[in-house]
């Protein structure tokens, strides 16, 4: 990744220069400082966005080459913010991204926003450092291995300098933002490295370098599991040269309170070629991104540690590849999985299952935490159900669901809930063991859902299958690359809004 922008906070200076950018609101509103240069300019910027029709709706923007009268400005772009009262965390998130692409040609790298209240008293700090998060997604650039850099990369901005009414007070919020930019980047980076670089031991390696940021990580290797009897992990491994593992990251910011931790689980299979059920070629190198889960938790826990959540949560995640080989898992063997029931697994690449299986009944056996959320690129069918939209939410808890369904909408990382019943239930019965990991040709996302339920006791429990939203993510505002790093912020979310 190359390195993102870094924003700072200042004062509004007296008399800008240079670059600017500023918002403007409903029906050409603008700020003091953005109304004073148009003053200065004789009226130039309200006669541009006349003959141009630019009304300062959601998103649309108006930029001024050297504008007349205005000999220090190189340009002035103007970004509508729309009727901006009722917006939330993501429009100026969204809005942050938006700034980021005007503002390109920055001086010398160096690009300056005006980002002062309009009569509606927005945007407020609050709003600002969302801005300034949407500045720093949008910069992010998975380019390390491009070893020509692209010609003409205007686009390199390094520096944002964000002019403000109270930098003081926002340098401050943005500390937390800071640590979710990082979270979600490092949930980026993971997802877009190939697999012959992040094998399951390179990501342990990864996620032991974290113990610099406060977590505490724990890497239990295959002997360990082995002695746990988790072998419906095992067995996926089995085809790979390289070592799983299970990584368990804990972070305790909150030592008083005697509460049960919350805790995160990641599908973590680094590659997935079906194993000896094996894939088609087609967009087989999609599943270098088959731990989108694991990311996930994994940037959630170091964007908690970043920011000192005051809140006790656990991450684990199951760190594996699925490869076809002579010590390969076959189609028909039967597993015992560290909750001692059975598996018949009838396909090798539904492995998932089989990874969360051991890694769900490991946490809630060892925790006792008060939910578990866990994250998997789990199946192809939720993709066929919701699309790249919306994630599929699985779950034994109202109540959890309603807290996730809620912050998806905050943070923009929607959720749909999808039905769990016995009767699904039933159709993983089979008469070789307790049960096996597929279901028939119908409701392949539920059936996986049913699977995973029968890991998690009765904990409170979410189920996140994030195949379609975790690679080959939709293009936004905020992310213009392979994968968004789906799920940082609506877990963050989840634990700032009930958790802390
Ligand atoms: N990792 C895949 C699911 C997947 C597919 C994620 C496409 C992202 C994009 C998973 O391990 C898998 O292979 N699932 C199978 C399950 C089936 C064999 C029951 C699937 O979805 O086809
Ligand atoms: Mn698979
Ligand atoms: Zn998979």
Aim: glycine share 12%.
């Amino acid at each position: 990744m190359t390195k993102p922008v870094t924003v700072t906070f200042d004062d509004i200076p007296k008399n800008p220069t240079g670059t600017i950018a500023g918002l403007c609101f409903p029906k050409t509103v603008l700020g003091d400082s953005m109304a004073a240069l148009d003053d200065q300019s004789g009226g130039t910027v309200k006669r541009a966005a006349t003959v141009e029709d630019f009304e300062g709706k959601k998103g649309t923007s108006l930029k001024l080459v050297t504008p007349s009268g205005l000999e220090k400005v190189n340009s002035l772009t103007l970004l509508g913010t729309g009727d901006s009262k009722s917006h939330d965390k993501k429009d100026w998130l969204l809005l942050g991204g938006k700034f980021y692409s005007l503002i390109g040609k920055g001086d010398k790298g160096h690009g300056t926003l005006i980002l002062e209240p309009g009569s509606d008293g927005t945007p407020d700090n609050g709003a600002i450092v969302q801005i300034a998060l949407g500045l720093i997604l949008a910069s992010y650039k998975f380019d390390k291995y491009k070893t020509k850099k692209t010609k003409g990369s205007a686009k390199s901005l390094t520096k944002i300098t964000v002019f403000c009414t109270d930098p003081k007070g926002c340098k401050k919020l943005f500390k937390a933002q800071k640590a979710l930019s990082e979270g979600i980047m490092t949930a980026r980076d993971l997802v877009n490295e190939p697999a012959n670089i992040l094998g399951p031991e390179e990501f342990a390696k990864r996620i032991e370098a974290l113990e610099k940021t406060g977590l505490e990580v724990e890497i239990l290797s295959e002997k360990d599991m082995e002695k746990l009897g988790m072998f419906a992990l095992l067995g996926v491994g089995m085809g790979s040269e390289q070592n799983s593992s299970l990584a368990i990251m804990r972070w305790n910011g909150n030592p008083k309170k005697k509460t049960k931790p919350l805790a995160f689980v990641g599908k973590g299979v680094t590659f997935d070629t079906g194993g000896i059920s094996i894939k088609p070629s087609a967009n087989m190198g999609d599943m270098k991104g088959d731990m989108g889960g694991a990311a996930c938790v994994t940037g959630l826990m170091q964007t908690l540690a970043l920011r000192k959540a005051k809140v006790n949560a656990i991450g684990v995640v199951g760190l594996v590849e699925n490869m076809p080989a002579h010590n390969a898992q076959r189609p028909g063997d039967i597993v015992t999985s560290m909750s001692g029931q059975t598996i018949e697994v009838l396909n090798t690449d539904a492995e998932g299952r089989l990874v969360l299986a051991d890694a769900l009944w490991y946490t809630q056996d060892r925790f006792k935490p008060e939910f578990m959320v866990n994250l998997a690129t789990l199946t192809g069918a939720i993709m066929v159900a919701l699309g790249k939209e919306h994630a599929g939410l699985f779950s034994n808890s109202d109540d959890l669901s309603e807290k996730l369904l809620e912050c998806g909408l905050k943070t923009d990382e929607k959720l749909w809930r999808m039905p769990l019943s016995d009767k699904y239930d039933k159709l993983i019965n089979t008469k070789n063991a307790d049960m096996k990991n597929i279901g028939g040709p119908y409701a392949g996302s539920i059936t996986a859902g049913q699977f995973l339920q029968r890991y998690v006791n009765d904990t409170p429990w979410a189920h996140l299958d994030i195949a379609g939203t975790a690679m080959g993510s939709p293009q936004t505002d905020i992310n213009r690359g392979w994968s968004s790093g789906f799920g940082v912020q609506l877990l963050n979310q989840l634990v700032v809004d009930h958790y802390e």
